[in-house]
């Protein structure tokens, strides 16, 4: 017998020393290599996410194309075209002096929105105002995705080649995140073309109930007022005009109102779709103060100014909903909400303003679907 299996025979065996072993190994091995294990299966998972990304851009992008040909009846392939808009981007104004700084974003903002409706109007021979609005909304939203897949893709890159592993863990987390945005904005898509309201349009649709049978004038681009009345108070109903899928400019329709038209009112009360927190349900309403509107921040600006000099109080009515929600079909539950914040706006009037007083409400939203 050899001298190897006499000791093997006479050492009894340790199972519990051969689990420590084990372990120790274990751990050893995530010592030196884990890090790069990590980094791999971070890669693995940001991988899958680029993926579902580029199968959402190509999706969004032949939906435009195919609206663009099929219902704006492009009078080319458009496919080149779509291509070169997809890469379009606007240049933000320098703001190391902030001196005029909002006034060189509404200047490069409004020159951007009007570069890209004279672009649409280039790519359907189709005249008809909702088509042409469609269009462009459906133009944003490829062009948004295509941008996500860009910066995504860029990092992903960035982490692989530098060997980066915190670039790597940071964007592994936030793709959950960046997904679901990126899906909801997919999601647009079809409610853009069926020219449905969507959520975020619930401000337009209270404001609506009160311009109906009302004489209507343009006070903005894209912008329709009309003259309303209750229990004495006269009301100034602003919202962006419909059934276009445009948000119109209420900040200029406000200042325009106020300063050229000279009304005094009591009080602007505003309405506008609110981004929900976890756990909160679709349709709840909420009250506060000031400039209910989203954005770069520009209408926002111009809305304080006009009611910081003016000294007249902003009121606020929101309506919660995820931002998937926001930007689809809008729900029953958000459509319901409608009638609820009806009597709040009512009840509002009553206590904050009173006899012979001048209101200004103001609904903010994508009017898509909601007309006047």
Request: neutral net charge.
């Amino acid at each position: 017998m050899s001298l190897i299996s006499t000791i093997a025979l006479q050492v009894p065996f340790d199972s519990s020393s051969l689990v420590t072993l084990v372990w120790v190994g274990f751990f050893m091995l995530s010592f030196i290599y884990g890090t790069r294990i990590q980094s791999y299966f971070a890669l693995n998972d940001i991988g899958r996410g680029l993926n579902k990304l580029k199968v959402m851009k190509d999706k969004s992008r032949k939906e435009a194309i195919d609206y663009l040909v099929n219902v704006g009846k492009s009078p080319g392939d458009p496919t080149q075209r779509v291509d070169q808009f997809l890469d379009y981007v606007t240049i933000m104004p320098v703001d190391i002096d902030p001196q005029g700084l909002v006034g060189k974003i509404d200047h490069v903002v409004t020159t951007d929105n009007d570069r890209v409706r004279q672009e649409v109007s280039k790519l359907v021979s189709q005249t008809n105002p909702v088509t042409v609005s469609i269009s462009e909304n459906l133009l944003e939203v490829a062009t948004s995705l295509n941008m996500i897949h860009k910066i995504v893709r860029h990092f992903y890159l960035l982490g692989k080649k530098t060997n980066s592993y915190f670039t790597l863990i940071q964007l592994q987390m936030l793709m959950p995140m960046i997904i679901q945005e990126a899906d909801a904005l997919l999601n647009a898509v079809d409610s853009f073309k069926v020219g449905q309201p969507v959520g975020d349009g619930i401000g337009p649709v209270v404001v609506s109930k009160y311009m109906v049978g009302k004489e209507k004038r343009v006070v903005a681009k894209d912008t329709v007022m009309a003259i309303s009345e209750y229990k004495g108070r006269k009301l100034y109903m602003l919202k962006a005009d419909g059934p276009m899928a445009y948000v119109g400019q209420p900040g200029v329709a406000i200042r325009k109102v106020v300063e050229e038209m000279g009304v005094k009112p009591s009080a602007i009360i505003m309405i506008d779709a609110a981004l929900k927190l976890e756990g909160e349900k679709t349709g709840e309403i909420a009250e506060g103060v000031g400039a209910a509107i989203g954005g770069i921040g520009v209408e926002k600006f111009q809305i304080e100014e006009v009611a910081t000099h003016n000294k007249v109080p902003l009121y606020a009515i929101l309506v919660k909903q995820s931002i998937l929600e926001a930007i689809t079909v809008m729900r029953k539950e958000i459509a319901e909400a409608s009638e609820k914040v009806v009597v709040v706006l009512n009840r509002l009037i009553e206590e904050k303003t009173k006899e012979g007083d001048d209101v200004l409400v103001a609904g903010i939203g994508n009017t898509l679907g909601v007309a006047q």
